[in-house]
């Protein structure tokens, strides 16, 4: 496409549709409105106490003040190397640190993909991976999600059509979805990825939030065509804009190539803060038990309401995890229309047409549960009654 000299902006940058939940997020801020819109972690469980004792240690070296390295901070790469390794069975792959997980899913697009390259994302899908994927021009393929998240029996026609170069996953509580990708779906997407040589970029930032059955082992464990990606921001606190990938060496070194013209390298200070924490095994335990503990019961509650309201109206995934309830209405109502009504009634959420790939999701909807205690919660479902 030919551009014209009063256009202001690349091509590139007009492919990408901006976030409605930034967009809303500015309403919801509202002191009447209840806020099940926007992903953040409860604020009464950022560790304050914590950061601060961190950053008063790493204060008395003036090295925590100047450039570090592109790749991130020996002592935290130890660190989420350790983790990782863990997860995934086997001591494999390279970190580099990035300035939070988005970063880190910016930085691996542009290593990846070229313009036309085919990306293969779930739908619902999420909103950043989205424009990051728009950004580099990249052909986008949705493949739709149940219960057990992606229907990877659906991507193998895609794959085997050729040209498809990266397949995202957010591999549990999916965010928008909620739901955990199964086991066995897993096993095969890592034998797709085997098999034809595309690679899985395997979001996890909410892992480690589970509040009700058993872990699953990562898709990495299953194949070496696996880059995780995770984040410090849902379990120590999204601040210290601290996120990892973890993986190739190779590809990390292209990441890290491009990580030098993006910002040349991330702040040393807040890399040792989160170092520190991370390393803290029987602190970071017991803190992210805190965190699953009232997630789960705020979880239950919001669940519990929608259901005593709507009943067979509105399909609710099953909470076990994350910050996130994704539900949909069964007749015809459409969220993004009932908006306003909604904000006028004092909530907000955000409607399934944000997260739309290859579907409308116009009867769909999305609920974070963390902000709000469970009274907070049944009161905003009670509000919302007066709206659907």
Not at 153 to 180: K, M, Y
Not at 222 to 237: P, T
Not at 315 to 330: D, I
Not at 348 to 367: C, E, I, W
Request: glycine content about 10%; some cysteine.
């Amino acid at each position: 496409m030919t551009t014209t000299h009063g256009e202001r902006g690349s091509a590139a940058v007009r492919a990408v549709r901006g976030s409605a939940i930034r967009d809303l997020l500015a309403v919801a801020d509202r002191p009447d409105v209840i806020s099940l819109a926007g992903g953040l972690p409860a604020p009464e469980l950022l560790p304050t106490r914590r950061v601060a004792e961190a950053a008063e240690r790493a204060l008395t070296a003036p090295s925590v003040l100047q450039y570090g390295l592109t790749t991130g901070a020996p002592a935290l790469r130890d660190v989420v190397h350790a983790r990782e390794s863990e997860a995934i069975g086997r001591d494999a792959g390279a970190v580099v640190i990035t300035h939070g997980s988005q970063q880190a899913l910016a930085l691996l697009a542009q290593a990846l993909l070229d313009p036309g390259d085919t990306v293969v994302v779930e739908d619902p899908g999420y909103t950043g991976a989205l424009q990051v994927f728009a950004a580099v021009r990249a052909n986008i393929e949705a493949v739709p999600m149940d219960a057990e998240g992606m229907r990877v029996d659906l991507l193998r026609p895609i794959v085997e059509r050729g040209g498809v170069r990266v397949v995202h996953t957010v591999s549990n509580f999916h965010n928008p979805g909620g739901a955990t990708l199964a086991a066995e779906r897993r096993i095969e997407l890592a034998r797709l990825a085997d098999e034809f040589g595309f690679w899985i970029v395997e979001d996890d930032p909410y892992g480690r939030l589970r509040f009700r059955g058993r872990a699953v082992e990562p898709v990495a464990a299953h194949s070496d065509r696996v880059i995780r990606l995770s984040s410090a921001s849902k379990i120590v606190a999204p601040a210290l804009r601290v996120g990892w990938m973890h993986g190739d060496a190779e590809v990390l070194a292209l990441v890290e190539k491009l990580k030098q013209g993006a910002d040349l390298c991330g702040s040393t200070l807040t890399q040792a803060i989160a170092a520190e924490i991370l390393a803290d095994g029987p602190w970071s335990d017991a803190h992210i038990g805190r965190i699953r503990s009232l997630y789960g019961e705020r979880a239950s509650a919001l669940h519990a309401a929608l259901k005593r309201a709507y009943g067979d109206r509105l399909a609710l995934t099953e909470p076990a995890g994350g910050m996130f309830l994704w539900g949909e209405f069964a007749d015809g109502t459409d969220t993004a229309a009932a908006l306003p009504r909604a904000v006028d009634a004092g909530v907000a959420y955000v409607p399934g047409s944000a997260f739309a790939v290859a579907s409308s999701h116009t009867g769909a909807l999305r609920f974070c549960f963390t902000t709000a205690e469970p009274a907070r919660l049944r009161e905003a479902v009670e509000r919302l009654e007066k709206v659907f």
